[in-house]
């Protein structure tokens, strides 16, 4: 008798970017399954425990008086406006 095969994988991704499990893009945390054939024809399935890691978004209000100047994550703005930075989350999402 050939074996059956069971392949426990864990992966992490991002909220907004996909996961690619034997062509299958998945963007939703969860446990999922693959089946794959051995070269004796029996069946082989991968089993998947994928978690999706948020992206934190952030709003920051400032005001200054003109003449000042605002350090914002070491940029210097003197002028008024909408701002973005990128920072990276402890599981290597951008935030």
Same mark, same amino acid.
């Given at each position: 008798? $050939?074996?059956?095969?069971?392949?426990?994988?864990?992966?992490? #991704?991002?909220?907004?970017?996909?996961?690619? !499990?034997?062509?299958?893009?998945? #963007?939703?945390?969860?446990?999922?399954?693959?089946? %794959?054939?051995?070269?004796?024809?029996?069946?082989?399935?991968?089993?998947?425990?994928?978690?999706?890691?948020?992206?934190?978004?952030?709003?920051?209000?400032?005001?200054?008086? &003109?003449?000042?100047?605002? $350090?914002?994550? *070491?940029?210097? !703005?003197?002028? *008024?406006?909408?701002?973005?930075? #990128? %920072?990276?989350?402890? &599981? *290597?999402?951008?935030?």
């Amino acid at each position: 008798m $050939n074996p059956v095969y069971e392949t426990p994988l864990t992966a992490e #991704s991002c909220d907004g970017e996909t996961y690619d !499990l034997g062509g299958q893009p998945l #963007s939703i945390g969860g446990t999922y399954y693959d089946t %794959l054939s051995t070269t004796e024809g029996c069946d082989s399935v991968l089993v998947l425990s994928l978690t999706v890691n948020p992206v934190y978004e952030t709003p920051l209000t400032a005001e200054i008086c &003109e003449g000042e100047s605002y $350090n914002f994550n *070491g940029e210097i !703005l003197s002028e *008024g406006g909408t701002y973005t930075d #990128s %920072l990276t989350t402890s &599981e *290597g999402c951008d935030s």
